[in-house]
C-alpha cells in the first residue's frame, strides 16, 4: 500500500563514452566483445518464468562476418506465441495492482545495472550482432536505453499527478490504469534501444507483454530480458518469443484480450497490421491502442545563406552513420546551385577518409547492412542508377557480400528530382542530392513537401533567418522531428521526443510523457461527501 506521493530521481541524460584510445571503457570493450565473439550461445524464448527450447535451431550470424556463428535461437511457432499470451494474462492482476513505485524501482534499478556492469555486454552484443560501431553501439544500446528507463519513470509520475479540480462537497480524482488485456511489442534491428523501450515503457504502466523482436536483433534481445530479470522483473509481465511476424500475428491480432501493439518498422507490415485489427475489431474486449514508427525518406534542405562546410557534414552524417540504416537517416538532400561545386568537394573529401570493416576495428566509421536480403536490395538501387541517365554516382557505388555484407558510401546526383531514389526509402548508406536554381527556394520547398509519403525527420541549413522561419513553417507537416542547421538524426530522449506522422507512423513521441499515455486507459471518480437527500431542484419551486 502506498502511503506517500513519491518524489522519483531526477533523470539526467547518461553521458556518452568516448572510447578513445588509452580510455578505460574502450579496454573494457574491446575485452567483452573478444569473449562474446569467442563463446556460442544458446538462447531460449522466454515465457512466463520458463526458458524455452524447442530444438528448432536458427543461427546467429555477424553482419561483417556471416560465416561466423554466434549461436542460436530457439525458433518457435502458434503454440508459444498462445503460451505467450497465457503466461502474461496470468500475471496481469498483480502487475497491475503492484504499487507503482514498485514497479518503477525495477526499470530504474535496470537502467543502473546497465550504466554499470552490463554497459559493455550489451554495447559488445550490439556490435556483434547488428554491426554498429562502438560509438554507435554505445549512443543507443547503453545511453538511449538508460535514458528510455529514466525518464519513462518520470513521466509516468507525471501522468499519474494529473488530476482534476474539485468543487466544494467533491473530491474528484483520476486512475490512470493499465489496459484491459495484453500488448504486443513488435521491435526492429536497427536499434537495441527502441528494441528494450517498446515493451518496458508499457510494462512500466502496468500493463503485460508479448515481444517479438526482429530476428537479426535477437542476440541483444535476449541480454535485454537477462537484465530485466536480473533487475527484479516478475515472470509473465514481459514474455519474449521468436516466431515468424504471420505466425504471431495469427495468433494475437484474433486474441480477444489484445489490448494495443507498440512497433516500429516497415510502413507496409503497420499498414496491414491495422488492416488486420480493423477486420477484427468486433472480436474484443476493448478498441486495442495502435502506435506505431514506421520509417522515413528523410530529407536535408540547404538554403543559399548555408555554410557549406556545416552543411557537407550534416550530409555526411546523416546519412552514414550506422550504415543509413536508421530511420531519421538523410537519403534526400536538395542543394542550392551556388553551393553545389564546394559541397560537394567536402563530401567526396569526407567520404576518401572513410573506413570500411567489422566494428572490433575501432577505426572503421562504416559496418556492414544487416543481412543479405537488405544487401541485395540496396545492391539494387545502386545497379539502377549506374544504368539510369536521370542520376550519377559520384562516390561510391561498390558493395561486396562475400565475407559480410558491406556496401560503400554512395552518392547519388540525381537531375530528376522525382528520380526512385529520392522518393522511396532504401535503408542504406545512399543517399541521392538534387541541386536546385539558387533562386527557386520556395518552389523547392514545395518539392520536399510532396515528393515523399513519409514525414519523420527533415532538416533545413540556412544563416538567412527569414528563410529558416519559412521552412520551417512551409515543412510544418514533413517531419514530425525537425532540424535547423543539423543533421536530422541523433534525437535525445527527453530533448527531442521522436516520432512522425503521414507514412512515418502514429506520431507518438518516444521518449516524451505522450507515449507512455498511450498505455493507460483513465477512470475519473467522483466522490461526494454529502449526498442530496431531496431529488427538488430550487428552480421547481412555485412563484410567489
Known amino acids: 500500500m502506498a502511503t506517500g506521493f513519491f518524489k522519483v530521481p531526477t533523470p539526467v541524460n547518461e553521458p556518452v563514452k568516448s572510447y578513445a584510445p588509452g580510455s578505460p571503457e574502450r579496454a573494457e570493450l574491446q575485452r567483452t566483445y573478444k569473449e562474446l565473439k569467442s563463446k556460442e550461445v544458446d538462447v531460449p524464448m522466454h515465457i512466463g518464468g520458463d526458458e524455452v527450447r524447442t530444438g528448432n535451431k536458427k543461427p546467429l550470424l555477424q553482419p561483417h562476418d556471416h560465416q561466423h556463428i554466434l549461436g542460436y535461437f530457439h525458433e518457435g511457432d502458434a503454440s508459444?506465441?498462445?503460451?505467450?499470451?497465457?503466461?502474461?494474462?496470468?500475471?496481469?492482476?498483480?502487475?497491475?495492482?503492484?504499487?507503482?513505485?514498485?514497479?518503477?524501482?525495477?526499470?530504474?534499478?535496470?537502467?543502473?545495472?546497465?550504466?554499470?556492469?552490463?554497459?559493455?555486454?550489451?554495447?559488445?552484443?550490439?556490435?556483434?550482432?547488428?554491426?554498429?560501431?562502438?560509438?554507435?553501439?554505445?549512443?543507443?544500446?547503453?545511453?538511449?536505453?538508460?535514458?528510455?528507463?529514466?525518464?519513462?519513470?518520470?513521466?509516468?509520475?507525471?501522468?499519474?499527478?494529473?488530476?482534476?479540480?474539485?468543487?466544494?462537497?467533491?473530491?474528484?480524482?483520476?486512475?490512470?490504469?493499465?489496459?484491459?488485456?495484453?500488448?504486443?511489442?513488435?521491435?526492429?534491428?536497427n536499434f537495441t534501444a527502441i528494441a528494450g523501450n517498446l515493451p518496458t515503457s508499457v510494462a512500466l504502466m502496468g500493463n503485460v507483454v508479448v515481444w517479438k523482436p526482429a530476428n537479426t536483433q535477437i542476440y541483444a534481445a535476449q541480454m535485454i530480458m537477462e537484465l530485466l530479470k536480473e533487475a527484479g522483473l516478475p515472470d509473465g509481465v514481459i514474455n519474449l518469443v521468436y516466431v515468424d511476424g504471420p505466425t504471431a500475428g495469427d495468433v494475437i491480432f484474433k486474441h480477444a484480450d489484445f489490448a494495443g501493439i507498440h512497433f516500429t518498422g516497415s510502413t507496409g507490415v503497420f499498414q496491414n497490421i491495422w488492416r488486420t485489427i480493423g477486420e477484427n475489431i468486433h472480436k474484443y474486449k476493448t478498441y486495442p491502442r495502435i502506435v506505431g514508427e514506421t520509417g522515413g525518406k528523410d530529407f536535408i534542405l540547404a538554403h543559399s545563406s548555408a555554410n557549406a562546410r556545416e552543411l557537407a557534414t550534416g550530409i555526411v552524417r546523416g546519412a552514414f552513420e550506422y550504415q543509413g540504416q536508421k530511420c531519421s537517416a538523410a537519403s534526400r538532400a536538395y542543394v542550392p546551385s551556388n553551393l553545389w561545386d564546394e559541397v560537394r568537394q567536402y563530401v567526396i573529401e569526407d567520404l576518401k577518409t572513410f573506413k570500411m570493416g567489422p566494428p572490433e576495428d575501432f577505426s572503421n566509421f562504416i559496418n556492414a547492412v544487416i543481412d543479405e536480403k537488405s544487401f541485395d536490395k540496396i545492391a539494387r538501387y545502386i545497379d539502377?542508377?549506374?544504368?539510369?541517365?536521370?542520376?550519377?554516382?559520384?562516390?561510391?557505388?561498390?558493395?561486396?557480400?562475400?565475407?559480410?555484407?558491406?556496401?560503400?558510401?554512395?552518392?547519388?546526383?540525381?537531375?530528376?528530382?522525382?528520380?526512385?531514389?529520392?522518393?522511396?526509402?532504401?535503408?542504406?548508406?545512399?543517399?541521392?542530392?538534387?541541386?536546385?536554381?539558387?533562386?527557386?527556394?520556395?518552389?523547392?520547398?514545395?518539392?520536399?513537401?510532396?515528393?515523399?509519403?513519409?514525414?519523420?525527420?527533415?532538416?533545413?541549413?540556412?544563416?538567412?533567418?527569414?528563410?529558416?522561419e519559412l521552412a520551417t513553417k512551409k515543412l510544418s507537416n514533413a517531419a514530425g522531428n525537425f532540424y535547423i542547421n543539423d543533421k536530422p538524426t541523433g534525437a535525445v530522449v527527453g530533448q527531442q521526443p521522436f516520432g512522425g506522422a503521414r507514412a512515418s507512423g502514429t506520431n507518438d513521441k518516444a521518449g516524451s510523457m505522450l507515449n507512455l499515455l498511450r498505455w493507460v486507459s483513465a477512470r475519473s471518480i467522483k466522490e461526494t461527501f454529502v449526498p442530496p437527500v431531496d431529488y427538488r431542484y430550487p428552480f421547481l419551486g412555485e412563484d410567489k
Open 80 to 189: 508459444h506465441v498462445e503460451q505467450a499470451i497465457n503466461a502474461a494474462l496470468a500475471a496481469r492482476e498483480f502487475w497491475a495492482n503492484m504499487s507503482w513505485e514498485h514497479r518503477a524501482s525495477i526499470f530504474l534499478k535496470a537502467a543502473d545495472l546497465l550504466a554499470g556492469p552490463w554497459r559493455a555486454r550489451l554495447n559488445a552484443a550490439t556490435m556483434l550482432g547488428q554491426s554498429k560501431n562502438a560509438y554507435q553501439a554505445e549512443i543507443d544500446s547503453a545511453c538511449e536505453l538508460i535514458d528510455f528507463l529514466r525518464f519513462n519513470v518520470q513521466y509516468a509520475t507525471e501522468i499519474y499527478q494529473m488530476q482534476p479540480e474539485s468543487s466544494p462537497g467533491v473530491w474528484n480524482r483520476m486512475e490512470h490504469r493499465p489496459l484491459e488485456g495484453f500488448v504486443f511489442a513488435l521491435t526492429p534491428f
Open 384 to 468: 539502377n542508377a549506374k544504368n539510369s541517365d536521370e542520376v550519377e554516382i559520384i562516390a561510391g557505388g561498390g558493395y561486396d557480400k562475400s565475407k559480410g555484407y558491406f556496401v560503400e558510401p554512395t552518392v547519388l546526383l540525381s537531375h530528376n528530382p522525382m528520380y526512385i531514389t529520392m522518393c522511396e526509402e532504401i535503408f542504406g548508406p545512399v543517399i541521392s542530392i538534387y541541386v536546385y536554381d539558387e533562386n527557386n527556394f520556395e518552389e523547392t520547398l514545395e518539392l520536399v513537401n510532396s515528393t515523399s509519403p513519409y514525414a519523420l525527420t527533415g532538416a533545413i541549413f540556412g544563416r538567412d533567418r527569414y528563410a529558416v
